[in-house]
């Protein structure tokens, strides 16, 4: 059995049990940035984020989304009815609102 698979965006949302919105930064919003910052992440086995690498983003952007995926929880992600680690991407999108 692998020790890791790796899974879509869209089977990880499905999986999310505790999801955290981002403190959107004060220097991103005078400067009137948005956008998509899209992390690789590693979920363990107990549904915790155990590793997470910038794939891209605004600068600006990127501490506070890193700061809160790391707090996202999921729910473990079974294979033939064992838990496995988890490799996903995943995309916290900043939009200014009007």
Do not use: C
């Not at 086995?45 to 809160?68: D, F, R």
């Not at 294979?79 to 680690?85: A, C, D, H, M, S």
Request: overall charge positive; aromatic content about 6%; glycine content about 6%.
């Amino acid at each position: 059995m692998p020790q890791r698979i790796r899974i879509s965006q869209g089977v990880t949302k499905g999986l999310l049990i505790q999801k955290i919105q981002p403190q959107y930064p004060v220097l991103a919003k005078a400067a009137r940035v948005q956008g998509d910052v899209v992390l690789s992440a590693i979920i363990s086995k107990e549904g915790n984020i155990e590793n997470l690498q910038l794939v891209s983003g605004h600068p600006m952007l990127v501490p506070a989304a890193i700061e809160t995926v790391k707090q996202w929880r999921y729910r473990p992600y079974l294979l033939n009815g064992q838990p496995v680690e988890v490799e996903t991407t995943i995309t916290v999108t900043f939009e200014l609102t009007q």
